[in-house]
């Protein structure tokens, strides 16, 4: 009899399976939304739900390299809007979509080596530095556009926002890639590896010869590229750099890495959960509008479903024991 | 130990010195200091009333106005904290446009009796103590928004109602003035239930999209603010619905009125944010003189500004006063007369 086993020894069945529970969970959202409304369950507005999860899936991609450390990056709405309005402006002075582009990603790549270097060198703590870049880019933001969005993008910019390709919307495309880059990362390469034993034990990693502080510059770069890389999908899906974009962004990435099973105590997780809690974000927001929920009661019912779902992962993970 | 102390004692010294010095900065200039706190500092309309002040202080031969508030326009507690370190600052007159009248009844009314005036611009607190609110008449302007959305749909349909959001006070009157007049004059049209765009772009999108996905029957889209007018517009660019869903939507953003002149939007509630700014100064100074001796509304009136009009003298000169719009108005070659 062929019993597949954990590597503990136990029996795997359904429910040892994170990224299974979660995504059947997801199903089970879709099927509820689409008793409600018989235009939940059309392949447009799958497609406008992978759109709308895009800018947080990149976050929660970055995201999830930080909460494994261990970490919080509380800035990546700020540097959302920061890299969009820099694009922008960018593009707006060299009639280039590929500087303004490459500007962006800059910019938060920039933002990600400073957050790893005031971390890992200076010694503060995450929430801190964070809390710190989350305030000095917004402010930075609304110094260079005086607060008012950068409007008159280049023709052809709206590609990553608003592009298909075979009738897949190229957002969805590149967050796809983005997580199988990713996952390839932490599960293949030394970086990735050493992200997991910094979440799990800094002390042992340091012992083991390990230059922790560096790791923490890499991780947050990492987060800070695709907070840039998110900030050019807002812009591109908006059609103008707003430097009031992207307030409380850095909250639906964070929900999206737990929803999607990842400890917030660093160490342990699957990079895919994060992309399934950005969609169960996303598919929340977009069922509640479809079946024209009161706003009101579409709080009540974020925060209900929120709560349930990490719930009943953790009840999954008390039967799987 | 006492070389720490010296330290610490000298240290004390160099903050008491610097902080002394900014306070007798502060009293010792003759012209009148006066800060603008709008609800967000992230929105052109919001730069536009400062730009009204501006020009009005400069006139009075006050010192430049300050502007100081939140990055978002739904905090209001960042606003509560700023108006009370401005307060503090003790600045010769504060106006704001205040993004909840509840909350910032109590710090508004302390400042006044504290010796500091204010005068609310555009968005404002019930109180006899606020000597001039100078603002736009929201519910009037809703309902007239109404009656140009039912005109264009031939008066009956399925519309889409964003707003501003819940605390907003401005945002509920335009939401009440539209739906009101909606319910009393057009029976034929239906309103779905609000959703709120927060002063965001993407939030409108989302909404928009959304909202058309599970309605696909509407034929109009209201906005109580540009933001949710940006949003529905682009989302209507993206799927190519112009001709089908007609928006009208307050305010004129510059990246708003790009999408009016492509016909993604077809009508706006222009308010006129450079008066309300110019005559807000204009009212402070008369409080400051003690020439008001009683709460004074002052109106600043709206126009729907639609493709047909938009030459109009009047109307250009509203729109104008954004700089990025008047140069697209040149753009597009449109002739005033």
Known sequence: MFDLKNKDGKKKNFASNQILFIFCFWVFMCIIFGAFSKHFFTLQNFLAITIQASVIAMLAAGQTFVILSAGIGLDAGSVVALSAVISAMVMAATGSIFLGFLAGLVTGGLTGVVNGFVIGKLGLPPFVATLGMMQVARGIALIIT??????????????????????????????????????????????????????????????????????????????GVTAGLAGLAEMS?????????????????????????????????????????????????????????NAYWQQVAIGIIIVATVYSDTVRNNIDK | MKKTLTVFLLALMVVTAVFANGSQEASGTEARTLVFIPKTTSSQFWVNIYNGTEAAAEELGYNKVKFQGPSSGADVTGQINIFNDVVTSRPDGILIAVTDMKSLKKPIEAAIAAGVPVVTVNSGIESDLVLAHVATDNYSAGAMAADALAEMIGETGTVIDIGVDP???????????????????????????????????????????????????????????????????????????????????????????????????????????????????????????????????????????????????????????????????????????
Not at chain 1, 180 to 198: E, K, M, N, P
Not at chain 2, 213 to 235: C, F, H, K, L, R
Not at chain 2, 315 to 330: G, H, R, T
């Open chain 1, 146 to 223: 005086g607060g008012v969005p950068v409007y008159e993008l280049l023709n052809g910019s709206d590609v990553l926002g608003q592009g298909r390709f075979l009738g897949i919307p190229v957002s969805t495309i590149v967050v796809f890639l983005l997580f199988l880059l990713c996952s390839f990362i932490l599960t293949r390469t030394r970086r990735g590896r050493y992200t997991y034993a910094v979440g799990s034990n800094p002390e042992a990693t340091f012992l083991s010869g390990i230059n922790v502080k560096k790791q923490i510059v890499w991780i947050y770069a990492i987060a």
């Open chain 2, 167 to 337: 605390a907003s006070e401005t945002g509920r009157q335009r939401e009440n003035g539209f739906r009101d007049r909606m319910t009393a004059s057009y029976p034929k049209i239906k309103v779905l239930p609000v959703q709120y765009a927060c002063g965001e772009v993407s939030k409108a999108m989302n909404i928009t999209s959304d909202l058309l996905t599970g309605n696909p029957e509407v034929v109009g889209i209201y906005s109580a603010q540009d933001a949710g007018g940006t949003g529905a517009a682009q989302v209507l660019k993206q799927r190519n619905l112009k001709d089908s869903v007609k928006i009208v939507s307050f305010d004129s953003s510059p990246d708003e009125f790009a999408l009016f002149l492509e016909g993604n939007l077809d009508a706006m509630v222009v308010q006129d944010p450079f008066n309300q700014g110019y005559k807000g100064v204009m009212a402070m100074d008369k409080v400051l003189n003690g020439e008001i001796s009683a709460s004074e509304f002052i109106e600043t009136p709206v126009k729907i500004i639609t493709k047909d009009n938009v030459g109009e003298k009047s109307n250009y000169d509203l729109l104008a006063s954004d700089a990025n719009i008047k140069k697209m108005i040149e753009d597009a070659g449109i002739v005033i007369e």
């Open chain 1, 237 to 293: 899906r908006v059609g103008s750099g707003q430097p009031g974009c992207g307030v409380g962004y850095e909250l639906d990435a964070i929900a999206a890495v737990v929803l999607g099973g990842i400890s917030m105590t660093g160490g342990v997780g699957n990079i895919w959960g994060s992309l399934l809690g950005a969609l169960i974000i996303a598919t929340m927001r977009n069922g509640l509008n479809v079946i024209n929920v």
